[in-house]
């Protein structure tokens, strides 16, 4: 048997462990500071309400803070922020995020003509992921929170993989499933050695805006903080269910704008400070 031959193309050894891998080096998003990602391995539990209004909090609270929805087949933040139209081109083609509440944003929203969908394969994905990690003019920021799309797949992989970033969030409610698939994006997270800021349980509690009364229309978070108990991850806000915080996300003025004296905005607020501290934002109030 010849040896040499199954050595040909493998690396030499002493070669850095991600070159072992052939993973590329992860650089960080030029004009960037801190990097937030925020996740969830399932559809429907608002994490890009989440991720916008932690933007919005970051902004409020006096940092430089961009957007960036990674969701390539159904981007959310032209409607969160009600923005539209194809942002311009930099002299040095870079794309120009849309602004908007004291946000930079970009997404692919931007890039695709309304209503039309989306269907491409692996590659096309690739290089659209690509030009939103490395060709946009930040200018600048203190913080961009990163909407990555519902699952444990490509994008995620792929952020992990090419990009510093340092922390990430993960979203879910009550509900079993929910919690289920947090694990997973959890475990991600943990493998490509991104560090984990913690979960985030969203419509923790239905708050009743007649009668004030609180139900737990998802169960009442057992299964959440016996998972962050056992996965020793911390559980960073619970966020409630109030149909406020809906109408304002689909009229394109997130709660965090639109009432920002509100005790639901307020769940958002501390989240933001909580994260700064961890990610070492230094504080601005």
């Known amino acids: 048997?010849?040896?040499?031959?199954?050595?040909?193309g493998l690396p030499k050894a002493g070669t850095p462990p991600r070159l072992q891998r052939r993973l590329p080096d992860?650089?960080?998003?030029?004009?960037?500071?801190?990097?937030?990602?925020?996740?969830?391995?399932?559809?429907?539990?608002?994490?890009?309400?989440?991720?916008?209004?932690?933007?919005?909090?970051?902004?409020?609270?006096g940092y430089r803070t961009g957007i960036l929805d990674?969701?390539?087949?159904?981007?959310?933040?032209?409607?969160?922020?009600?923005?539209?139209?194809?942002?311009?081109?930099?002299n040095d083609n870079m794309l120009v995020p849309m602004s908007n509440y004291g946000v930079k944003t970009m997404s692919m929203g931007y890039l695709v003509p309304e209503g039309q969908v989306v269907a491409w394969r692996g590659l096309m994905v690739s290089r659209a992921l690509t030009?939103?990690?490395r060709d946009v003019a930040w200018d600048g920021l203190d913080v961009l929170v990163m909407d990555l799309p519902p699952g444990t797949g490509d994008i995620q992989l792929s952020i992990a993989q090419q990009v510093i970033v340092d922390?990430?969030?993960?979203?879910?409610?009550?509900?079993?499933?929910?919690?289920?698939?947090a694990v997973r994006g959890i475990q991600l997270f943990r493998k490509a050695n991104v560090p984990l800021l913690g979960v985030v349980q969203n419509m923790s509690v239905f708050c009743c805006p007649g009668c004030q009364t609180e139900t737990h229309i998802f169960g009442k978070g057992e299964g959440v903080r016996k998972a962050c108990s056992e996965l020793d991850v911390p559980l960073l806000a619970d966020i409630?269910?109030?149909?406020?915080i809906g109408d304002d996300a689909h009229r394109g003025k997130p709660t965090v704008v639109s009432e920002?004296?509100?005790?639901?905005?307020?769940?958002?607020?501390?989240?933001?400070?909580?994260i700064g501290a961890k990610i070492g934002l230094s504080s601005r109030t």
Request: net charge positive.
């Open 70 to 90: 990674t969701d390539i087949f159904g981007p959310s933040i032209p409607v969160l922020f009600n923005l539209s139209g194809e942002p311009r081109l930099s």
């Open 26 to 61: 992860r650089t960080p998003i030029k004009g960037v500071a801190k990097v937030v990602v925020v996740s969830s391995a399932k559809g429907g539990v608002g994490k890009s309400t989440v991720a916008a209004n932690l933007s919005l909090a970051f902004a409020r609270q």
């Open 1 to 8: 048997m010849n040896t040499n031959s199954h050595r040909q």
């Open 167 to 181: 922390g990430a969030v993960v979203v879910t409610t009550p509900h079993t499933l929910a919690v289920q698939d």
């Open 131 to 133: 030009q939103l990690l």
């Open 260 to 274: 920002p004296e509100s005790s639901r905005a307020e769940a958002f607020l501390t989240l933001a400070k909580d």
């Open 240 to 244: 409630p269910l109030h149909p406020f």
